[in-house]
């Protein structure tokens, strides 16, 4: 994947380009996890892609450079109480909207993955559809904030090892679903989502 939907931007003059992406929307426990990520024009950066597309150890591999490479990284996080008072859908965006608070520097344009999302910032953006397999940015986006999530699921899987997290990550799985009904929802559940509800 290369860099030609920010080419397009930085040819323009407008130097700190964020892609923004996020995940955790489906789970049925943990928090939902942003990032923001800007490069430097003319970054050199290879084997970005999306994050659902790669191994584990791609994404650690890749979580190292990009870090490496960026000029900017942001990570906000929504818990699963304030999930399950916003709705995931408000929980989505304000977690994108604190990964672009907590970036070092001011972007000038965001790149985000979703063609319907519209960040609640004064700040020109753009939803793209795909977009995590489509900008280098919000490729690079979606790895640090799959691979943040993954390590905060690991250390909820040490405090709740019956649910066995650090499989599933809190996905709706099988072997999950069988883990609520066995032992009921644990403290990091959304209340909110089914079959957790009916509980």
Same mark, same amino acid.
């Given at each position: 994947?290369? =860099?030609?939907?920010?080419?397009?931007?930085?040819?323009?003059?407008?130097?700190?380009? +964020?892609? *923004?992406?996020?995940?955790?929307?489906?789970?049925?426990?943990?928090?939902? *996890?942003?990032?923001?990520?800007?490069?430097?024009?003319?970054?050199?950066?290879? $084997?970005?892609?999306?994050?659902?597309?790669?191994?584990?150890?791609?994404?650690? &591999?890749?979580?190292? &450079?990009?870090?490496?490479? +960026? +000029? $900017?990284?942001?990570? $906000?996080?929504?818990?699963?109480?304030?999930?399950?008072?916003?709705?995931?859908?408000?929980?989505?965006?304000? +977690?994108?909207?604190?990964? *672009?608070?907590?970036?070092?520097?001011?972007?000038? %344009?965001?790149?985000?993955?979703?063609?319907?999302?519209?960040?609640?910032?004064?700040?020109?953006?753009?939803?793209?559809?795909?977009?995590? $397999?489509?900008?280098?940015?919000?490729? #690079? #986006?979606?790895?640090?904030?799959? *691979?943040?999530?993954?390590?905060?699921?690991?250390?909820?899987?040490?405090?709740?090892?019956? %649910?066995?997290?650090?499989?599933?990550?809190?996905?709706?799985?099988?072997?999950?679903?069988?883990?609520? %009904?066995? =032992?009921?929802?644990?403290?990091?559940?959304?209340?909110?989502? %089914?079959?957790?509800?009916?509980?």
């Amino acid at each position: 994947m290369n =860099f030609s939907c920010e080419r397009r931007l930085w040819r323009k003059g407008l130097k700190y380009v +964020a892609g *923004v992406d996020e995940v955790g929307r489906g789970p049925l426990a943990g928090p939902v *996890v942003a990032a923001a990520v800007v490069f430097p024009p003319n970054v050199m950066l290879r $084997g970005l892609e999306d994050s659902k597309r790669l191994t584990p150890k791609k994404r650690e &591999e890749l979580f190292c &450079e990009i870090k490496k490479k +960026a +000029a $900017g990284i942001g990570i $906000g996080m929504v818990g699963h109480r304030q999930i399950d008072r916003l709705k995931i859908g408000k929980a989505n965006l304000l +977690a994108m909207k604190k990964a *672009v608070e907590k970036l070092s520097l001011s972007p000038d %344009y965001l790149l985000i993955d979703g063609g319907r999302y519209k960040i609640d910032l004064p700040i020109e953006q753009r939803g793209i559809s795909g977009g995590d $397999g489509k900008c280098a940015s919000i490729a #690079a #986006a979606s790895i640090i904030a799959k *691979v943040t999530r993954d390590r905060i699921m690991l250390r909820y899987h040490r405090r709740y090892p019956e %649910y066995r997290f650090d499989c599933h990550k809190g996905y709706g799985t099988r072997e999950h679903m069988r883990k609520i %009904y066995r =032992f009921g929802p644990s403290a990091i559940h959304r209340r909110s989502f %089914y079959p957790v509800s009916s509980f």
